[in-house]
């Protein structure tokens, strides 16, 4: 009895709140769900937000809030955070390009660039976490860094209870701008740890009554929180960009990039073609970059990354790690290079750190190393004629700005409240709380 109350009543929330604003459709066989779930029942891919409308009429907000229309989320965000779009003159007259675009995701008050954490990763936060509020649980999640700020900081600022795990060589990230409280839950995996054991642990928390996955790429509200990146280029540049370079260890923001587009050909103003993806990843380890060379959908571990804690120990930008990205999966990273003709890169450290140099000299402003891939990638584009000068070109800088938020903020380092040797820790010895009791 209770149950079918209880049903009934999500049914109902479905017909009136979901079906109003959006509903989920797969990517893979199109069946069409109305109410909240992270995967199609019949082929297990993606599913992505099929907003009712199809134009994109801003909000009169700061910051991400403006595009309500395609959020997955009913309340309108009044954050201050989100991308910001700019002509870049300087580094673009350094290699020769006539239309590049950046969008800057960091805090860069100069630019109206206020993301605190100073990552893309808020843009996911924030619409996440307000997803699931009201539904009174905590969320939980897996981070090597920015992630695990960019929610801290949202918990800080709404009371919201997360539970985030971070491998040790994350750690050193976590910090936010500002006191850390109570409703934040750190937990520290042990040194021989990397990114794939930290989402291992989270998915065993997450089955804990009162415990909600953040989902990953699988969460809709990630991926179309990141998408606002190309609606702020689009917006700004009052037309999609022929190009879109971005660094990828997922390969979520790439995705969300490429649904970002479908919706803007879907309205019409933004012009028709989708933005090639110019994917990159920092070697040695480029999983993604290893399948697509060879022509493969499938990753296939003893080929495209033998012994990836090793290959990971040699990383600069080593936040880039994921070892299980959705690559082959329908709607993922495959498909989005696949239909938008795109290309990937594997970037050398040591092009890295000249590219990061090279952009800080000339746009005048840190930057983070996977932001440092992307402009590293930008380069080889322009170097093997992949790009024209004249081409329209979107480069996102994923994450920056922290030296420049030292100067107008306080910076508190969060502890963690736990230690797990490794992902199969009993569960009692990691969490404090009430219904573990
Ligand atoms: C997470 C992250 C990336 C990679 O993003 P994905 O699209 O999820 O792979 C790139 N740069 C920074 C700064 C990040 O935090």
Same mark, same amino acid.
């Given at each position: 009895?209770?149950?079918?109350?209880?049903?009934?009543?999500?049914?109902?929330?479905?017909?009136?709140?979901?079906?109003?604003?959006?509903?989920?459709?797969?990517?893979?066989?199109?069946?069409?769900?109305?109410?909240?779930?992270?995967?199609?029942?019949?082929?297990?891919?993606?599913?992505?937000?099929?907003?009712?409308?199809?134009?994109?009429?801003?909000?009169?907000?700061?910051?991400?809030?403006?595009?309500?229309?395609?959020?997955?989320?009913?309340?309108?965000?009044?954050?201050?955070?989100?991308?910001?779009?700019?002509?870049?003159?300087?580094?673009?007259?350094?290699?020769?390009?006539?239309?590049?675009?950046?969008?800057?995701?960091?805090?860069?008050?100069?630019?109206?660039?206020?993301?605190?954490?100073?990552?893309?990763?808020?843009?996911?936060?924030?619409?996440?976490?307000?997803?699931?509020?009201?539904?009174?649980?905590?969320?939980?999640?897996?981070?090597?860094?920015?992630?695990?700020?960019?929610?801290?900081?949202?918990?800080?600022?709404?009371?919201?209870? =997360?539970?985030?795990?971070?491998?040790?060589?994350?750690?050193?990230?976590?910090?936010?701008?500002?006191?850390?409280?109570?409703?934040?839950?750190?937990?520290?995996?042990?040194?021989?740890?990397?990114?794939?054991?930290?989402?291992?642990?989270?998915?065993?928390?997450?089955?804990?009554?009162?415990?909600?996955?953040?989902?990953?790429?699988?969460?809709?509200?990630?991926?179309?929180?990141?998408?606002?990146?190309?609606?702020?280029?689009?917006?700004?540049?009052?037309?999609?960009?022929?190009?879109?370079?971005?660094?990828?260890?997922?390969?979520?923001?790439?995705?969300?990039?490429?649904?970002?587009?479908?919706?803007?050909?879907?309205?019409?103003?933004?012009?028709?073609?989708?933005?090639?993806?110019?994917?990159?990843?920092?070697?040695?380890?480029?999983?993604?970059?290893?399948?697509?060379?060879?022509?493969?959908?499938?990753?296939?571990?003893?080929?495209?990354?033998?012994?990836?804690?090793?290959?990971?120990?040699?990383?600069?930008?080593?936040?880039?790690?994921?070892?299980?990205?959705?690559?082959?999966?329908?709607?993922? =990273?495959?498909?989005?290079?696949?239909?938008?003709?795109?290309?990937?890169?594997?970037?050398?450290?040591?092009?890295?750190?000249?590219?990061?140099?090279?952009?800080?000299?000339?746009?005048?402003?840190?930057?983070?190393?996977?932001?440092?891939?992307?402009?590293?990638?930008?380069?080889?584009?322009?170097?093997?004629?992949?790009?024209?000068?004249?081409?329209?070109?979107?480069?996102?800088?994923?994450?920056?700005? =922290?030296?420049?938020?030292?100067?107008?903020?306080?910076?508190?380092?969060?502890?963690?409240?736990?230690?797990?040797?490794?992902?199969?820790?009993?569960?009692?010895?990691?969490?404090?709380?009430?219904?573990?009791?």
């Amino acid at each position: 009895m209770t149950y079918g109350n209880t049903a009934c009543h999500v049914k109902n929330r479905a017909c009136t709140a979901g079906v109003s604003k959006y509903n989920l459709i797969c990517a893979g066989c199109s069946t069409i769900y109305t109410d909240d779930r992270l995967k199609c029942s019949n082929d297990g891919a993606l599913l992505r937000t099929n907003y009712s409308k199809k134009h994109l009429t801003l909000k009169d907000v700061p910051g991400m809030g403006k595009f309500h229309d395609w959020l997955p989320i009913h309340e309108i965000m009044t954050t201050d955070s989100g991308p910001v779009t700019y002509r870049s003159t300087e580094l673009a007259a350094e290699l020769g390009l006539n239309n590049l675009f950046i969008s800057f995701n960091g805090y860069w008050p100069e630019k109206g660039a206020y993301i605190k954490t100073c990552s893309f990763k808020e843009l996911e936060a924030f619409p996440t976490v307000q997803k699931i509020r009201g539904g009174n649980r905590s969320l939980v999640l897996a981070s090597a860094g920015n992630t695990a700020r960019a929610f801290s900081h949202v918990s800080a600022m709404t009371g919201a209870e =997360v539970y985030i795990v971070v491998p040790s060589s994350g750690m050193s990230r976590m910090w936010i701008p500002e006191e850390p409280t109570d409703s934040i839950h750190i937990i520290q995996m042990g040194k021989n740890c990397d990114y794939t054991d930290s989402i291992h642990l989270a998915e065993r928390i997450s089955a804990l009554p009162g415990m909600q996955a953040e989902g990953g790429a699988r969460n809709v509200a990630r991926r179309d929180g990141m998408g606002t990146v190309m609606l702020d280029a689009a917006v700004t540049m009052k037309r999609m960009p022929d190009h879109y370079f971005q660094a990828i260890g997922s390969g979520t923001g790439g995705i969300a990039a490429w649904e970002a587009a479908l919706r803007l050909c879907e309205d019409g103003n933004f012009g028709n073609e989708l933005p090639q993806l110019h994917l990159s990843q920092n070697l040695p380890f480029a999983p993604m970059f290893n399948a697509w060379k060879a022509g493969r959908r499938e990753i296939i571990k003893d080929i495209d990354m033998p012994d990836p804690k090793k290959l990971i120990h040699g990383m600069y930008a080593d936040i880039l790690s994921n070892r299980e990205p959705p690559y082959s999966v329908a709607g993922g =990273v495959y498909d989005a290079l696949c239909s938008t003709r795109g290309s990937m890169y594997g970037i050398s450290n040591s092009d890295t750190k000249k590219a990061q140099e090279l952009f800080e000299r000339y746009e005048g402003i840190d930057i983070f190393p996977p932001a440092a891939v992307a402009v590293a990638s930008l380069i080889e584009a322009v170097n093997e004629h992949k790009v024209d000068a004249d081409d329209n070109i979107l480069l996102n800088i994923t994450g920056g700005g =922290v030296k420049r938020l030292e100067l107008d903020h306080i910076i508190f380092k969060i502890e963690p409240e736990s230690v797990a040797e490794n992902a199969n820790v009993p569960l009692e010895e990691i969490i404090r709380r009430k219904v573990l009791a």
